[in-house]
């Protein structure tokens, strides 16, 4: 990101009016039913993509490099409302795709995209062929949409009212599905929802999920919901835009990866079959015992205790909400 931070202040103007109008912005996300989220300015998208950009990128190369056996088989992606295009040079550190679709209503954000990928990924061998659809997702037609892959929704639901309204259609043409949310409860509910209009078109959950059936042991919960936290080194750049003090942030998220057909790569079939649940609680540790909460349909609370097993007591006492526990 150093690269692109650079050539951004290079290229871009950053003066006290974008970055008020960057803070204007990161107001409106708080409330996006409320208050207008759209970006029309070059210079605000650039900075955008080095703060918040930065920080989802972070969530997403968490996620692809958890999943990266499904990942790796990746060649084509439609990211609806993908912004600068965070997806796309988040999976270029482990891959090459053939090609990226972004579709994206904020022509300010396509330009940076666009002039991003001419700098730092069409020089590539093999190269990425990168193009864009501007508009509005909720209005376009699924014929439109190019077959693909994946089709991504990273922080897109959160911003607006109806916002899954015609997934089923948006879907059409993919075999694998991935949305990203704030970690709050109204993202994890986009997830719910979307999760159970993607099961009746015949997906089936790949990640976090390792219950079966379709079965959340957190959807009617009153006190939780299933996110988790990535811890992200903020540059020095990034803390001056967003009047950081810390060198670091956590950002919660909640995510759903899902597919149409079988995942059958060995390190997911190692995964299968009741082995490897997710942690889904903050694990609460102990000098004797570490317990904590996993997605299962059964047998959901574990307690590994340190007189019964010190190896497993040892490895357990550094998992974090997220990881995943092998019994």
Known sequence: MDDIEEF???????DDTKKRDLEDLFYAYQSPALRNTFVDDP???ALYMLTKGRSIMGVME????QNLDVFNDVESVVDF???PGTFLFALSKFKTLSKYTNVEQSDAFIGVMNVLVEEFLSSS?????VDSISGNYLELESQKIPANDLCVFSYTFCEGDNSLAGLSGLVENSKMFLIIEPGTPSGFNNIIQARDKLIEEGFSAIAPCTASNGFCPLRDSNSDW???????DRSRVQKHLIKGELGYEDEKYSYLLMS???IHSPARLRRSGGDGKRIISRPDI???????DVCSEKDGHIVVKKRENKGKFKIMKKSIRGDLYSS
């Open 260 to 262: 149409k057909y079988p």
């Open 125 to 129: 061998i093999p190269h990425v062929h």
């Open 81 to 83: 409302g993908g912004g």
């Open 286 to 292: 102990t000098k004797y015992s570490v317990s904590f």
């Open 226 to 232: 299933c996110h988790f936290i990535e811890r992200l």
């Open 8 to 14: 951004i202040f290079a290229n871009y103007l950053v």
């Open 43 to 45: 210079g605000v998208a």
């Open 62 to 65: 968490k996620i692809i490099r």
